[in-house]
């Protein structure tokens, strides 16, 4: 990801107030952004209410301080997405960051299906699982924490969903470890957030579009909780 791109004339709103956001944070000592949003959850959502939780967390992000999470513009996409699948369907996730998406795909899925998210990131992890157990979902979500590059050697049989969400620089290489190690199959379905030109996708859309093994489809978007433009790409595995 180009950083300069951040101070193009459009972004520059943008950029302001979230390194004015991470400033102050920096100035008071304030925990990680995760451990911010787990704490409000914890004061203001519903226990056993997984929309309320997305709802707090979308609160959250509005109101005190900007998140990184699939947000409330694109989350209708990831549920369409979602309801395509059986109702045993296994989910990974590469990218917590709060558990916001793995809450939303767990309650969107149902009782019968299952979502494994990788976070490299110690604080997320601990935030993802007490946002997913406010939600009532624990069952259902299983966070592992350590490098993707290294925990997808560690999982074992196929996912029905691939959702990536974390260093964008990773995604090709993440995704071509995922098809060595045989975890999708025909019809898995692999989606990539944050794919605008923002954030300089090409090496990965490169990638799925052009290797043969992917039915590619990109949805324009934009940056969660913003209007700034963004995209969605959505691969189906052919095998």
């Given at each position: 990801m180009?950083?300069?791109?951040f101070?193009a004339?459009h972004?520059?709103g943008?950029?302001?107030?979230?390194?004015?956001?991470?400033?102050?944070?920096?100035?008071?000592?304030?925990?990680?952004?995760?451990?911010q949003?787990?704490?409000?959850v914890a004061?203001?959502?519903?226990?056993?209410?997984?929309?309320?939780?997305?709802?707090?967390?979308?609160?959250?992000?509005?109101?005190?301080r900007?998140?990184?999470?699939?947000?409330?513009?694109k989350?209708?996409?990831?549920?369409?997405?979602?309801?395509?699948?059986?109702?045993?369907?296994?989910v990974l996730?590469?990218?917590?960051y709060?558990?916001?998406?793995?809450?939303m795909?767990?309650?969107?899925?149902g009782p019968?299906?299952?979502v494994?998210?990788?976070?490299?990131?110690?604080?997320?992890?601990r935030?993802?699982?007490?946002?997913v157990?406010?939600a009532g979902?624990?069952?259902?979500v299983?966070?592992v924490?350590g490098p993707?590059?290294?925990m997808?050697?560690?999982?074992?049989?196929?996912?029905?969903?691939?959702?990536?969400?974390?260093?964008?620089?990773?995604?090709k290489?993440?995704?071509?470890r995922?098809?060595?190690?045989?975890?999708?199959?025909?019809?898995?379905?692999?989606?990539?957030d944050n794919?605008g030109?923002?954030?300089?996708?090409?090496?990965?859309?490169?990638?799925?579009?052009?290797?043969?093994?992917?039915?590619?489809?990109?949805?324009?978007a934009?940056?969660?909780?913003?209007?700034?433009?963004?995209?969605?790409?959505?691969?189906?595995?052919?095998?």
């Amino acid at each position: 990801m180009k950083l300069w791109r951040f101070l193009a004339p459009h972004m520059l709103g943008f950029t302001a107030r979230t390194v004015s956001q991470a400033v102050v944070d920096k100035l008071r000592g304030a925990p990680s952004r995760p451990v911010q949003v787990a704490d409000y959850v914890a004061r203001h959502a519903s226990p056993g209410d997984p929309q309320d939780v997305l709802r707090t967390i979308d609160r959250f992000a509005r109101t005190e301080r900007w998140l990184m999470n699939v947000g409330p513009d694109k989350g209708p996409l990831i549920q369409e997405l979602a309801k395509r699948l059986p109702e045993a369907a296994r989910v990974l996730e590469i990218g917590a960051y709060c558990g916001y998406s793995s809450i939303m795909l767990a309650s969107t899925l149902g009782p019968g299906a299952h979502v494994t998210s990788i976070e490299i990131d110690e604080d997320a992890v601990r935030s993802s699982r007490a946002n997913v157990e406010v939600a009532g979902l624990s069952d259902r979500v299983d966070f592992v924490h350590g490098p993707s590059t290294e925990m997808i050697e560690t999982l074992e049989g196929r996912f029905d969903l691939v959702f990536l969400d974390h260093w964008k620089d990773l995604y090709k290489q993440d995704l071509q470890r995922i098809e060595q190690r045989g975890l999708i199959g025909p019809g898995s379905i692999v989606v990539a957030d944050n794919v605008g030109d923002l954030f300089d996708p090409r090496e990965y859309l490169d990638y799925v579009r052009s290797c043969g093994h992917y039915d590619s489809e990109h949805r324009e978007a934009t940056i969660e909780y913003t209007d700034l433009p963004d995209a969605v790409e959505i691969s189906v595995y052919r095998g």
